[in-house]
């Protein structure tokens, strides 16, 4: 069974200029995950999605972030513009998704977009 | 409402033990271990759900003491693919959100 893609692994971008990642989830998992992870640090949750509905987005810097997930499948995450400060890795996660017993849900994470903005 | 992980840091030789704690100032609904090798994804260890509970996998297991809101994580006779970073991620309601600890770096030596 094929793992969370993700694309680019890597990308370097100026600062100002603006940057995308796409995942494709686990075929049949209904919530995707987008993740920040700093260097050295543990992952921090940006946008949850369940199907199409953004579920959770209160940590998503909206004023330069956006994510869409079309058809509650695929995701994109795009930063427009892109900060010194937006350095990180970019993980995708996804789950098999169930309200009602969130707690055990677990995820599995996609290899991230490594951005470096210079 | 972020767990803290401690150790920050441990370096073993193969076949010792080590022990990294994961505690939250939250009721906790449960607990997930994940393991994350340099430029890799982070890796499902396991879960657990409700106080008292242990699990193992191989040679790493956990606990789960719900009362002090934290949890254990057990790695015997550790081996060089053990090294790598510790997450513990802690869900402090019933919902989907998953919050991390900031990790437990674990190198195994020979």
């Known amino acids: 069974e094929a793992g969370v893609v993700q694309s680019p692994r890597y990308k370097i971008i100026e600062k100002k200029q603006p940057v995308a990642f796409w995942c494709n989830p686990i075929?049949?998992?209904?919530?995707l995950y987008w993740y920040r992870q700093n260097l050295g640090q543990g992952p921090e949750l940006l946008i949850r999605?369940?199907?199409?509905?953004?579920?959770?987005d209160s940590q998503l810097p909206k004023d330069r972030f956006s994510a869409e997930r079309l058809k509650g499948v695929d995701s994109t995450l795009k930063i427009q513009p892109a900060e010194l400060g937006d350095s990180a890795v970019y993980l995708c996660?996804?789950?098999?998704?169930?309200?009602?017993?969130?707690?055990?849900?677990?995820?599995?994470f996609g290899p991230g977009t490594r951005l470096t903005v210079l | 409402q972020q767990p803290v992980q401690s150790p920050q840091a441990v370096i073993l030789r193969e076949g010792e033990d080590a022990v990294i704690n994961c505690s939250s100032s939250?009721?906790?609904?449960?607990v997930h271990w994940y393991r994350q090798k340099h430029g890799e994804a982070p890796v499902f260890l396991m879960i657990?759900?409700?106080?008292?509970e242990q699990k193992g996998h191989e040679k790493i297991s956990a606990s789960f003491n719900e009362k002090k809101q934290q949890s254990s994580l057990y790695l015997t006779a550790s081996q060089l693919s053990y090294s790598g970073t510790y997450f513990c991620?802690?869900?402090?309601?019933?919902?989907?959100?998953?919050?991390f600890g900031q990790g437990t770096t674990l190198q195994v030596k020979p």
């Open positions: 075929s049949g998992h209904n919530t």
């Open positions: 657990l759900l409700k106080g008292g």
């Open positions: 991620g802690t869900h402090p309601g019933n919902t989907g959100k998953l919050i």
């Open positions: 996660a996804s789950s098999l998704g169930n309200a009602l017993v969130g707690s055990t849900d677990t995820q599995y």
């Open positions: 999605y369940e199907n199409e509905e953004a579920v959770d």
């Open positions: 939250k009721a906790l609904y449960s």
